[in-house]
């Protein structure tokens, strides 16, 4: 499988019209890749906050209809990255979308951890509460936005619905680097699964971004890794790895905590 990750700068000056037009030419010029994927709300920026309500569109929106196209121009699956999405019926929600190569929509993930403890995202959009796995051939996705890299059991679950490459969508902050590189390893290894994590470039509303984007093995090899600046990151591995991997070392076949318990006759 080819995945080709777009880190972008999502810097202020450049309107989201003009941001849109950009990443979807960048989408089409992965023609030949399996898998692309961008970052966490690319349009208006992970820390942008006073953008979230200016910006956010409808599930179906702009966005939604330049993704579509570019996942059909360039006959790739095709993980959006997320927007802020506006329900008619509720609150805003930060949204990743998922093309399939003929443009149509495979899924829609809200982002069930929100950062910023008492503002910013986690005062300003719903919660999730579902969690999202889409099959492609050879491989099936686990989706995950961000702030949710530092909570293992979202990642367990995804792996117990048959996810056997986890995506992260983000926009990770330059002062949390190490952490970024630090978990992504963790949840590979622990979940036995390929990691492919997107962050961005540049700076959000004043908080440089950590870019660094990375492909990790389910033996936490890392694959792949960006540096600092705007990259279009690409690397090649076998899916199959992961059910040899989990055959070799079957370590989560001996879980005992979290697991269902047994019905007593």
């Avoid at 089409?28 to 920026?45: C, H, K, M, N, S």
């Avoid at 992961?242 to 019905?263: H, M, N, S, Y």
Wanted: hydrophobic share 40%; glycine share 10%.
């Amino acid at each position: 499988m080819r995945a080709s990750v777009i880190q972008i700068a999502v810097d202020g000056g450049e309107s989201v019209e003009s941001r849109r037009r950009r990443v979807a030419s960048l989408v089409r010029e992965q023609a030949g890749a399996d898998l692309v994927v961008l970052p966490e709300l690319w349009t208006t920026g992970a820390f942008a906050y006073e953008e979230f309500g200016r910006e956010a569109e409808p599930l179906e929106g702009p966005t939604y209809e330049a993704m579509a196209k570019a996942a059909s121009d360039a006959g790739v699956w095709l993980h959006a990255g997320s927007i802020p999405e506006r329900d008619p019926d509720g609150p805003l929600y930060n949204t990743s979308l998922v093309f399939s190569p003929s443009g149509d929509l495979a899924a829609a993930y809200r982002k069930i951890h929100r950062f910023g403890f008492d503002k910013g995202e986690a005062v300003l959009m719903g919660a999730g509460a579902e969690l999202v796995t889409v099959r492609l051939p050879g491989t099936v996705l686990g989706l995950s936005t961000c702030y949710d890299l530092r909570f293992p059991e979202l990642f367990r679950g995804l792996v117990d619905a048959g996810a056997e490459t986890l995506v992260v969508s983000a926009g990770w902050p330059e002062r949390r680097r190490s952490h970024w590189t630090l978990l992504a390893q963790a949840r590979a290894v622990e979940n036995q699964s390929f990691v492919v994590a997107c962050g961005t470039a540049g700076t959000h509303a004043g908080v440089p971004q950590a870019g660094h984007s990375i492909v990790v093995d389910p033996w936490g090899e890392v694959l792949a890794e960006a540096g600092a600046g705007e990259e279009v990151l690409t690397v090649e591995f076998e899916p199959g790895k992961v059910a040899t991997t989990r055959e070799q070392f079957p370590a989560l076949k001996d879980r005992l905590l979290g697991l269902e318990p047994p019905r007593r006759p």
